[in-house]
C-alpha cells in the first residue's frame, strides 16, 4: 500500500533534494523498526540526520524521527489520524535523543565526557531547525474571532459553561472535560485555535481563561477570593470581576519586583557558597559508601486530579544505585524503572562519602549521569544556577501557572489517621469517631489563640466576624488517658504557611468548657466533645512563591542558633531530603543538583574548625553558610556582602588551614598565580 525507503539512504541529503523526492505518505525503515510518516516530517527530521552524516557508525533509530513522538497514525474512514500533533517541543525530543546516542558512539571508553564538539553540532543543528521553520512564513496558519466563538458556543463548551458552580472539584472536573474536547473532538480539526492548543503553541491554562472559565483569584498574600469568575474573557467581565481578576496583575508586578530580587539574590548566594565544590572528574572513585533513598510516588491531589509532586523517578534519574549495598554491579536509576517505587535503594552520592582526593572535587559515580552534560567549569555554580533558575521561572510565570486557583488540600499523615480526618474538600480537621467519649485533653499554645479572651464578653461564638482573629494554631497536643498511663500525640495542623483556625463549633466548646493555663499554654478538656464537626479550618489561600522561596532559604542558610545541631552525623541527609522535597513540588529539580548545594554546605567538624569538604570516611557534619563561609577562605564572603564586617573580623587574620574558594584570585591574584597547579588533580578525561 505504501512506498518503502531506508532512512539511512537519505543521510546526506538536505531539505530541498528531499522535498523533490519524498511527496505524501510512506513507510520509513531504520535500524530498529519502521515507521509510517509522511514527506514533511522526514524533512524535518533530516535536519537532525548531520550526527549520522559526521559520525556513519552510530544506528539509526526511530527515535530520531519526530514521527516517534507523535504516535502512530490511526486509519479514520478515509483519513488517517496522529495521535499527537507538532509541538514546539518536539525538535528537542529529536535532538536529544540523537546527540545522546551520538555521545555513546564517540564516547565509548568515557560516558561521562563533555562533548563539546558535539555540543556545539547540536547548537547549530537546532539553529538550522529555526532558520528552515522561518522560511516557511509563507505557510503560517491564523485565526480570527469566529475560531473563538466556534468553540466557545459549540454545544459542549456552553453546557459545560452552565454547569460550573463556585466549587474548586466542579471548576477544574469542567475545565478538564472542555480542553480534553478541543483537544479530540472531530469537529474541531479544522478550527485553527484548537490546532493551536493541540500543538502547544499556545498555553492550554492561558486558553481556557479567554475561552471557558477564569475560577478563582488569589491575591497578593495567597489569600483566594471566596466568589469565582465562573466565566472567561470572551464572556465580558462585571465590574467587581474587573476588580479581582486585576490582582493577578498586581501580583505579577509584585513578584517581578520584590520577590524576583529575593530570589535572585538568593540564587547569587547558593552559586558563591557551592563554588568551593568547583571540580567534577569523570571516573568511578570506587566509594563503598551508599545514600539510603525510598522511590516515593508521585503525589497526586486526587478531588483535582492535579499533579503535586512528580514521581520520583522522574528527579533521580541518571544516579547511581544497588538494591542492596553488597550487589557487585551500579546500575542506572531511570524514569522507566516504575518497580522501584516504593522501595529503598542505595544511591551513590557525595553526602554518603566520595573517596576521589581531591579537596574540591567529586567524582562523576558519585554525582552521577548527568556528567555528561557539565564542562570543566565550576560544578558548585553551575548547579546553583540550575536550581535558582527554577525558582525564579517559577515566580516570573506564576500569573499564568494556573487557570483558577486552588488551595493545596490537608493530606493526613499516617501516623495521625487515627486522631484526624478531613472533610469532603479536604480544608478542615476533624476528630476521630474513636475519640469520641473518651478521656482525653488538648494543649494548645496560647500566644497562637489570642481571641480566647474575647470569649467572655460575648453571648454567642456567631458574633465572631473572622476565626482567624480568634486562633491561628500550627499544632495541637492531644493527650489520652489510659487506666496507667497517657499518651500524647503532638499533631500539625497548618500547611506550609497556612495556619489552621479553630471552627466556631470549637470555640463554641471552649466557651462552655473554660481552659486551663499552664505553663503559657491552654489546656482543654475534650472529654464531652460531641464528634462530626470541624475541629479547625484551614485559609482558603495558596502557598505563594516568595515563601517557598523563604523556606528554601532558611533551610540552605541555616541559623547561628542551631549551629550545634547542625553539626550532627544525619543533618546532611535530612538537608538533602527536605530541600529536594521543597524544590520539586510544582517543579523539577535533578537529585544530583541538590546533593552538590548540600555537599557545599558540609564540613568535617565545627568543634575543632575543620570546614573542609568531607570525604569518604570522615566524620561529616552540616554547617551555616555564613560560618561556613568566613571559616573557608574569604574570596567567596568578600565577593557577596559585609565587606566591613569581614575586614573588622578577628578571626579573618587567623592563619589556618582554610579551604581555596574560586574567588581567592580576585582577594590575592599574586599568591594564587604563585601557587597555581594546573595538574593537581587533574581529571584522567
Known amino acids: 500500500m505504501f512506498k518503502r525507503f531506508s532512512a539511512r539512504k537519505m543521510v546526506g541529503f538536505n531539505t530541498e533534494q528531499l522535498s523533490k523526492i519524498l511527496k505524501g505518505r510512506f513507510i520509513l525503515v531504520f535500524d530498529d523498526g519502521e515507521l509510517l510518516t509522511t514527506a514533511r516530517e522526514t524533512i524535518f527530521s533530516s535536519i537532525f540526520w548531520v550526527f549520522h552524516q559526521q559520525n556513519p557508525q552510530m544506528p539509526m533509530k526511530k527515535s530520531h524521527h519526530v514521527r516517534n513522538y507523535l504516535g502512530a497514525f490511526q486509519p479514520d474512514g478515509n483519513e488517517w489520524k496522529t495521535q499527537k500533533y507538532f509541538n514546539s517541543k518536539s525538535h528537542i525530543d529529536v ?167 529575593f530570589v535572585e539574590y538568593f540564587s547569587r548566594t547558593l552559586q558563591i557558597q557551592a563554588m568551593t565544590v568547583k571540580n567534577l572528574h569523570k571516573g568511578d572513585c570506587g566509594s563503598n559508601s551508599y545514600e539510603r533513598w525510598l522511590v516515593e510516588s508521585a503525589v497526586i491531589d486526587h478531588a483535582t486530579g492535579r499533579t503535586l509532586k512528580d514521581c520520583d523517578l522522574v528527579n533521580i534519574e541518571g544516579k547511581y544505585y544497588k538494591l542492596s549495598p553488597d550487589d557487585k554491579e551500579l546500575k542506572v536509576v531511570r524514569k522507566t524503572d516504575t518497580h522501584l517505587i516504593g522501595k529503598t535503594i542505595f544511591l551513590r552520592s557525595p553526602i554518603a562519602g566520595c573517596r576521589h582526593p581531591d579537596p574540591h572535587g567529586i567524582c562523576s559515580y558519585c554525582f552521577g549521569e548527568l556528567a555528561a552534560s557539565y564542562d570543566e567549569h565550576n560544578l558548585g555554580m553551575q548547579c546553583g544556577a540550575d536550581a535558582g533558575e527554577q525558582q525564579t521561572q517559577g515566580v516570573l510565570s506564576q500569573k499564568h501557572a494556573q487557570s483558577s486557583s486552588i488551595a493545596d488540600p490537608i493530606v493526613i499523615d499516617d501516623s495521625n489517621k487515627h486522631i484526624f480526618k478531613t472533610n469532603d474538600e479536604r480544608d478542615s480537621y476533624i476528630i476521630t469517631d474513636n475519640l469520641i467519649g473518651k478521656d482525653y485533653y488538648i494543649i494548645l499554645n496560647k500566644a497562637e489563640c489570642p481571641g480566647f479572651i474575647d470569649l467572655d464578653y460575648i453571648e454567642s461564638v456567631n458574633e465572631i466576624s473572622s476565626i482567624t482573629h480568634v486562633s491561628e494554631i500550627t499544632c495541637v497536643t492531644f493527650v489520652i488517658k489510659n487506666k496507667e498511663f497517657e499518651d500524647q500525640y503532638t499533631v500539625e495542623v497548618c500547611l506550609g504557611s497556612r495556619r489552621s483556625s479553630l471552627s466556631k463549633q470549637m470555640l463554641a466548646y471552649i466557651k462552655e468548657n473554660k481552659p486551663i493555663i499552664k505553663d503559657n499554654n491552654y489546656v482543654i478538656n475534650m472529654k464531652n466533645w460531641p464528634g462530626g464537626a470541624p475541629f479547625s479550618i484551614l485559609p482558603l489561600a495558596q502557598e505563594s512563591p516568595y515563601i517557598r522561596a523563604a523556606k528554601i532559604q532558611s533551610l540552605v542558610l541555616g541559623d547561628s542558633k542551631n549551629l550545634n545541631s547542625r553539626d550532627t552525623p544525619d543533618a546532611p541527609k535530612e538537608l538533602l531530603r527536605k530541600l529536594y522535597t521543597l524544590l520539586n513540588t510544582g517543579q523539577n529539580v535533578n537529585l544530583a543538583l541538590v546533593e552538590v548545594i548540600v555537599y557545599s554546605l558540609s564540613i568535617k567538624n565545627t568543634m575543632t574548625g575543620d570546614y573542609f569538604l568531607p570525604k569518604e570516611g570522615d566524620r561529616m557534619g552540616l554547617g551555616i553558610n555564613s560560618k561556613v563561609m568566613a571559616m573557608r577562605s574569604l574570596g567567596g564572603l568578600m565577593a557577596l556582602e559585609d565587606h566591613a564586617k569581614v575586614i573588622l573580623d578577628v578571626e579573618s587574620y587567623e592563619d589556618k588551614p582554610r579551604l581555596d574558594h574560586s574567588f581567592d584570585v580576585l582577594l590575592k591574584p599574586q599568591e594564587h598565580v604563585l601557587n597555581y597547579d594546573p595538574e593537581a588533580f587533574e581529571s584522567s578525561y
Open 95 to 261: 535532538g536529544n535523543a540523537v546527540y545522546w546516542d551520538a555521545h555513546e558512539v564517540r564516547n565509548v571508553d568515557k560516558p561521562h565526557r563533555f562533548d563539546k564538539k558535539l555540543c556545539l553540532l547540536l547548537y547549530q543543528t537546532v539553529n538550522n531547525v529555526y532558520n528552515f521553520l522561518a522560511s516557511l512564513d509563507g505557510y503560517e496558519l491564523s485565526f480570527n474571532d469566529k475560531d473563538y466563538l466556534q468553540i466557545r458556543f459549540h454545544p459542549f463548551v456552553d453546557a459545560a459553561q452552565k454547569a460550573l458552580t463556585a466549587n474548586p472539584k466542579i471548576i477544574s472536573e469542567q475545565s478538564k472535560k472542555v480542553l480534553n474536547f478541543v483537544k479530540t473532538s472531530p469537529e474541531l480539526d479544522n478550527n485553527p485555535l484548537a490546532k493551536a492548543v493541540r500543538s502547544g503553541l499556545v498555553r492550554e491554562l492561558q486558553f481556557m481563561q479567554c475561552i471557558f472559565v477564569r475560577g478563582f483569584i488569589e491575591d497578593n498574600d495567597g489569600h483566594i477570593f471566596e466568589e469565582p469568575i465562573l466565566k472567561g474573557f470572551i464572556d465580558g467581565l462585571s465590574q467587581f470581576e474587573n476588580f479581582i481578576e486585576s490582582r493577578a496583575a498586581s501580583k505579577s508586578l509584585l513578584y517581578n519586583k520584590k520577590v524576583i530580587q
